[in-house]
């Protein structure tokens, strides 16, 4: 069973970047996809982005492809998330997760490990 921890969040102005990392510990890191969603304040969860464990296939909400990227380095069992150019309506937290097996949907019921989240503020 993989645990799951996110640092990086921060306040930034509108227009810079961030970069959040999730470290994995107690499972084979390699074996999971890999996906961040975020959570803004009285909304619903929702999915940011994801990268497979067998090709590293990556999957973007559509709104924010060009903006952000995703990565993962097997080997430092870590998942990261660039941001740039970042706007007030990505103020939210952002919460890594992990699903085992296939790569099925960008669906957060398809993730069964959740880190705690960092928050992501970003002022205009």
Sequence with gaps: QVQLVESGGGLVQAGGSLRL???????????????WFRQAPG?????????TWSSGATFFRYSLKGRFTISRDNAKNTLELQMNSLKPEDTAVYYCAAQFGPYRSGSMTEYSYWGQGTQVTVSS
């Design 21 to 35: 990392s999730c470290t994995a510990s107690g499972g084979t890191f390699s074996n999971y996809n890999v996906a």
């Design 43 to 51: 909304k619903e969860r929702e999915f940011v982005a994801a990268i």
